[in-house]
């Protein structure tokens, strides 16, 4: 008896309340390991593989789907058992996953003084991002989120972005206060002397404008937060 034959009577074999769907039912997504989660979207498998088998090739082949954004749908048909449709799902349900976690999420969030929240939401939007982006988040009086402004695209420093850029729209917005993020693409979070520099700069600005710039968020694979160390005087 070969491997695969011994790998599919094992798959029929798993207890009914063990399978992937029916785990889902009587004890709750909680329970549900990342491999099951995938062979729910993947629903069937194919003469040879489960959809649990195909599920653990494609965590295994995409490193646990971190980076998900940037994954495309002939990258995982390159996948023996994964065609056009099982790919389709699989790309939905992880865009799907983004939009609901990704920045819009921070919409109806009802304040934003938790620096772990927002890291949270650009994490994936900013793991395969080649470029450094910066990002400004408006704000009310509340913390509430008003707007995302894009401030600039490329390398971020202190001749880069400038007041001007980071301040229009916020005042446009009629915003209180406004928190700034960009990402260092190497992963490495830590600030940069630039980075100090620039932030320095433009929360003297923030004090003649009046719009309180409340915390400088650089996120890598880590996020550091300029409050969070005392670096926001």
Do not use: W
């Amino acid at each position: 008896m070969n491997n695969i034959e011994e790998k599919k009577i094992m798959m029929q074999d798993i207890k009914l309340d063990e399978r992937p769907r029916e785990k889902l039912i009587s004890r709750g997504r909680e329970a549900l390991e990342l491999a099951e989660i995938l062979a729910i979207i993947i629903g069937t498998g194919t003469t040879n593989s489960s959809a649990i088998d195909l599920s653990k090739e494609i965590l295994k082949r995409f490193n646990n789907l971190n980076g998900y954004a940037s994954l495309k749908v002939e990258d995982l048909t390159e996948i023996s058992g994964i065609g056009k449709a099982k790919a389709c799902q699989i790309i939905a349900a992880l865009e799907l996953a983004r939009r609901l976690t990704g920045p819009s999420s921070l919409y109806e969030a009802e304040s934003l003084n938790d620096p772990k929240k927002v890291y949270r939401a650009y994490r994936n939007e900013f793991m395969n991002e080649p470029q450094e982006k910066f990002i400004v988040l408006a704000l009310d009086t509340k913390l509430k989120l008003i707007k995302i402004i894009e401030v600039s695209k490329g390398t971020v420093n202190s001749t880069q972005v400038h007041p001007r850029d980071v301040f229009r729209d916020l005042v446009k917005c009629n915003a209180s206060s406004c928190i700034l993020i960009h990402n260092h693409p190497s992963g490495d979070s830590s600030p940069s002397h630039e980075d100090k520099l620039l932030t320095n700069r433009l929360v003297e600005c923030s004090k003649i404008i009046g719009i309180s710039i409340l915390d400088h968020l650089i996120i890598g694979d880590t996020f550091f937060s300029f409050k969070e160390h005392n670096l926001m005087e």
